[in-house]
């Protein structure tokens, strides 16, 4: 296996290489260090590099023992996006804003690091997370490897980007209202939003809407990956998933899933669903038919206050995150205008959508009790071009960017697992994705549905670069 596929392999396959001593952990991290100084300059998917650091901790691993399952993700270069704590490196939330490095890592760099990860760079983010793609003026603009002129989406273009170009074997994201599922199926990759309290997120984590997890080349990484970063253990049925990875050894069985086209929310966005996009929600509910599965069409039960709800606090959690910026006035307008609206909806009004959202997946949920998995498109259209909306305020902003995504925000109001699978390409060029949801605390049905769709239709061998 030469170089630049050691880079392709992705978190699995280049974990099992290392343990089996087929490839030292020094191989697999020169080789990552030399395919990032390659193209890490046409995209902008790392702010920084931790190469000395990355090669120190390889050639420990090279020094210890190798054989053990105890660290799945031993000797694996992992990108870590820029809004969470690398000890020594400063987390500028894709902004100008911070100054001060940190002292520690975050519990989900700890859980990595303690599973074998080497942490290899920090990779790009749009300012403090709020925007759907990934462009800002401390940082500059962070490109699709499927084409440079176009986006990555965001808000973790850079861990979208990287893992399709190859430059880590996974990285991490977060999801507010789509931040990984976006840049996942913007670069042809998986992404799982785990469940709220799945993983590790701290107090920023915008009144519950916000959850942290992978975006990888295949399934079996992000399952990895939970493996090495869940705190919270439950299953759907009330049990204890005691390894993700192990659980995709058995098939989801036959399920039942239904197909729902319409969004929880139109106006302001006024989305409509591209050609290629619906064209790949038909590819795969014909791949599920051939798997077993059953497929049916279904309106979602929406509530009326499902959109505001999220909107609420997603405002609202831009505006405490802008409140913990170490140097403020060095953020954007067009995100301090986002933090202003915020700042408007009273306290009580927050804590009062944040309650109302168990009643939101109540009502939401009922369609679970005859189905299995909801199947949605992913975004409805391309991606926005390098620079489309410079010039542009906040909520011009908002409308052109969240028109694309309408199916993703209503799963982190409700905080239920969601994946973003990776369906083919359009006649452009670019990935397109589908969407899948499951009910609370089942990340496994998804992760077995999303590993069948993977071996009926491959992915993780196509290459942009």
């Known amino acids: 296996m030469d170089a630049t596929d050691l880079c392709y392999a992705g978190a699995a396959m280049q974990a099992g290489l290392i343990r089996s001593g087929e490839v030292s952990a020094s191989e697999m991290v020169e080789a990552t260090l030399a395919r990032i100084e390659a193209v890490n300059p046409k995209i902008n998917a790392?702010?920084?590099?931790?190469?000395?650091?990355a090669i120190a901790e390889a050639r420990a691993i090279d020094g210890g023992?190798?054989?053990?399952?105890?660290?799945?993700?031993?000797?694996?270069?992992v990108g870590v996006k820029d809004t969470v704590d690398v000890a020594g490196a400063?987390?500028?939330?894709?902004?100008?804003g911070f100054e001060v490095a940190a002292a520690r890592d975050d519990p989900m760099v700890a859980g990595l690091r303690e599973a074998g990860a080497v942490i290899i760079a920090k990779?790009?983010?749009?300012?403090?997370?709020?925007?759907?793609?990934?462009e800002n003026e401390t940082w500059g603009a962070t490109r699709n490897p499927w084409n440079t002129d176009f986006s990555p989406g965001g808000s973790s273009g850079g861990s979208g980007a990287a893992v399709a170009a190859g430059l880590c074997g996974l990285a991490t994201g977060s999801d507010g209202l789509g931040s990984i599922r976006v840049p996942s199926g913007f670069n042809g990759v998986f992404g799982l939003k785990p469940g709220r309290g799945r993983v590790f997120h701290g107090p920023l984590d915008w009144n519950g809407l916000s959850a942290r997890g992978p975006i990888s080349r295949s399934v079996a990484d992000a399952a990895l990956f939970l493996d090495a970063t869940a705190i919270e253990p439950r299953d759907a049925a009330g049990g204890r998933v005691d390894s993700f990875a192990n659980a995709l050894a058995e098939p989801p069985g036959n399920l039942r899933i239904a197909l729902a086209w319409k969004p929880m929310?139109?106006?302001p966005f006024s989305s409509r669903l591209g050609d290629d996009e619906r064209?790949?929600?038909?590819r795969t509910v014909q791949a599920l038919r051939d798997l077993g599965h059953t497929v049916v069409e279904r309106e979602l039960n929406f509530s009326p206050t499902a959109s505001s709800n999220g909107m609420i606090r997603y405002l609202a959690g831009i505006d405490r995150s802008l409140a913990e910026v170490e140097l403020p006035d060095r953020i954007t307008q067009r995100t301090r205008a986002m933090a202003r609206l915020g700042s408007r909806i009273p306290d009580r009004v927050v804590r009062r959508a944040v309650r109302d959202s168990a009643a939101i997946a109540q009502r939401l949920n009922a369609v679970f009790d005859d189905v299995d998995v909801v199947l949605t498109p992913g975004a409805v259209e391309r991606p926005l071009?390098?620079?489309?909306?410079?010039?542009?305020?906040?909520?011009?902003?908002?409308r052109a960017s969240g028109r694309r995504i309408?199916?993703?925000?209503i799963w982190n109001v409700v905080g239920q697992p969601a994946a973003s699978v990776p369906a083919g390409f359009a006649a452009s060029g670019l990935p397109v994705s589908v969407h899948l949801a499951a009910k609370p605390f089942d990340e496994v049905t998804l992760l077995r549905l999303a590993a069948q769709l993977e071996t009926a239709q491959p992915w993780a061998q196509q290459r942009p670069l």
């Open 385 to 398: 071009r390098i620079g489309e909306l410079d010039g542009k305020g906040a909520f011009a902003t908002l």
């Open 265 to 267: 929310v139109d106006w």
């Open 279 to 282: 064209a790949a929600v038909d």
């Open 46 to 53: 790392f702010r920084c590099v931790f190469a000395e650091e």
């Open 90 to 96: 400063v987390t500028t939330h894709g902004s100008a």
């Open 65 to 77: 023992p190798r054989g053990s399952t105890d660290r799945p993700l031993l000797g694996v270069p």
């Open 123 to 134: 990779s790009t983010s749009s300012e403090l997370a709020v925007w759907p793609f990934t």
């Open 406 to 409: 309408p199916h993703y925000g």
